[in-house]
C-alpha cells in the first residue's frame, strides 16, 4: 500500500498514474520462484488424455473394482456414527489409527514402535513425502534418488532447495525378462555420496518397474547409509503386493536403520482405496517430531472417518494376518492372475512384458514397434510420450510413459519402455486386450 501511495505521488497525471502503478504492479513476479520447473505433471496431463479420448484406462495406478466389504462397512459404520466422526480429531493421526498402525507394524519391523511418537498419519503418501522432505532437507542438502523413481520426489526435493542425485537401477544382461534384473550397482551408488549428501530415497516394491528389493540389495543401500550417516527415505506404498515368493523387507527392520529410515505407506494402496487419501509414516520419534511439524501447519490432519475405516481394517488384517483371510494374501493372489493375463496379452501381440516382482504395474519395450505419429505431438517431446499420446488418441487405450520417471539426464535412455496398470477389472484388461489385438492385425 504505501508502495502504491508513493507511486501515485510521483507520477503526472491521474490517468497516467493509474497506468504506471498498474505496469509496475504487474511486472512483478507474483508467483513464488519455488513453482519454476515444476509444473508439469505426468499424472496431470495423462488422467485428463485419458478422459477426453474415454480411453481403456491402465494409465493412472488405482484399481476400477471396490475396496474389500470389511472396509467399505468399516467406512459406513463411522460416518453413520457419532457426531465425533464428522469433526476434527488428533492432528498427527486419529488415536484408534495410530494405535493399530503401532500393534501392526511393530511385529513387522521388529520393532516396538510408539503409536504417539513415530507415527505420523497423512493425507495419502504424496503428504507423507512433502512432510519428510520439508522437514528433513535443507537447503543445498543432496538427496540420492534411485531410478526409476515415483515422479514426485524430484519436485518435492527441489521445493525445498535441494539436489536430487540419481543414480539408476540398470538392466542387466542381453535379454531382461524379470525386474530382477534391474540392478543397482553398489560402485555406482557408493560414487554419489559427498558430505552433502543427506538422504537416500528407494521405494520398494518399485513404481514402475515392480523391482522388489532383496535383502542384499538393501543391506548395501544400509551399509552406506550407515557409513556416511544419512538418512534413508523408503516408500513402501506396494508392500503388500509381491509374487512368485518374493517378500517385501522393511529397509527400517536391519540393524542399525531404525533411527535413520523414514517408511512411508498408504492404505490407499493397501486397501484398494486410493481416493480415501490416508498415508502414513512410521519413524524414530526423533524424525517424526519434525514432520509433525510441518504437517501441522498445512494439513493438520486428514479425514476423521476414513482414518477410523483404516483404523479397523489394520485391526481385522492383525487378527487374521498370515492367513487366507487377509487382504494382504487375497489382495496379490488376484494380481497374480492379473499380471499373468496382462503379460500374456503382451506377449500374444508381440511385446515383450518385464516381469514385475512386485507392485501392480507392468513395462514393455515398444522400440521395435512402428508408428507413424501424424506430428499429432512436438519432435523435442520423448518418444514414449509421444507414443502413449498416440495409444490414447488413436487406439483408445491409455498407458503411461516411462522416461516420466527419470532424470532429465537418464530419460533418454528409458524412453523405450511405457507402463501398464492391472490392478483392473478383467473387463477392462479384456478390453484393452480386444485394442491391441485388432492392432496387431491392423484393423
Ligand atoms: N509412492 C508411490 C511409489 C506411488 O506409486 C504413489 C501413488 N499412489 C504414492 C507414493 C502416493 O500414494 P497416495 O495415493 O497414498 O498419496
Ligand atoms: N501412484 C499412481 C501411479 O503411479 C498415481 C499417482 C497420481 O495419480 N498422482 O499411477
Known sequence: MRLIRKLAANVLSPCSSIINIHKIIMSRQLHSRRTDGVDKNVWVEFTQLAADYKAVNLGQGFPDFSPPKFVQEAFCEAVSGGPQMHQYTRAFGHPALVKSLAK??????????????????????????????????????????????????????????????????????????????????????????????????????????????????????????????????????????????????????????????????????????????????????????????????????????AQEAVARGFEREYEVFGTPESYFQQLPAMLHQKRKKLAACLESVGLQPIMPEGGYFMITDISSVKVDFNDQSTDDEPRDFRFVKWLTKEKGLATIPVSAFYSPEHSKEFDKYIRFCFVKEDSTLDAAEDILRKWSQGK
Open 104 to 305: 501392526f507394524f511393530s511385529r513387522i519391523v521388529g520393532h516396538e514402535i510408539d503409536p504417539l511418537e513415530d507415527i505420523l498419519v497423512t493425507v495419502g503418501a504424496y503428504q507423507a513425502l512433502f512432510c519428510a522432505f520439508q522437514a528433513l532437507i535443507d537447503e543445498g542438502d543432496e538427496v540420492i534418488i534411485v531410478e526409476p523413481f515415483f515422479d514426485c520426489y524430484q519436485p518435492m526435493v527441489k521445493m525445498v532447495g535441494g539436489k536430487a542425485v540419481y543414480v539408476p537401477l540398470r538392466p542387466k544382461g542381453s535379454s531382461v525378462l524379470f525386474s530382477a534384473d534391474w540392478v543397482l550397482s553398489a560402485d555406482e551408488l557408493a560414487s554419489k555420496f559427498t558430505p552433502r549428501t543427506k538422504a537416500v530415497v528407494i521405494n520398494t516394491p518399485n513404481n514402475p518397474l515392480g523391482k522388489v528389493y532383496k535383502t542384499e540389495e538393501l543391506q548395501m543401500i544400509a551399509d552406506l547409509c550407515i557409513k556416511h550417516d544419512v538418512l534413508c527415505i523408503s516408500d513402501e506404498v506396494y508392500e503388500w503386493l509381491t509374487y512368485d515368493g518374493n517378500k517385501h523387507v522393511k529397509i527400517a527392520s536391519l540393524p542399525g536403520m531404525w533411527e535413520r529410515t523414514v517408511t512411508i505407506g498408504s492404505a490407499g494402496k493397501t486397501f484398494s482405496a486410493t481416493g480415501w487419501k490416508v498415508g502414513f509414516v512410521i519413524s524414530s520419534g526423533n524424525l517424526i517430531k519434525h514432520m509433525k511439524t510441518i504437517h501441522q501447519n498445512c494439513v493438520y490432519h486428514c479425514a476423521t472417518a
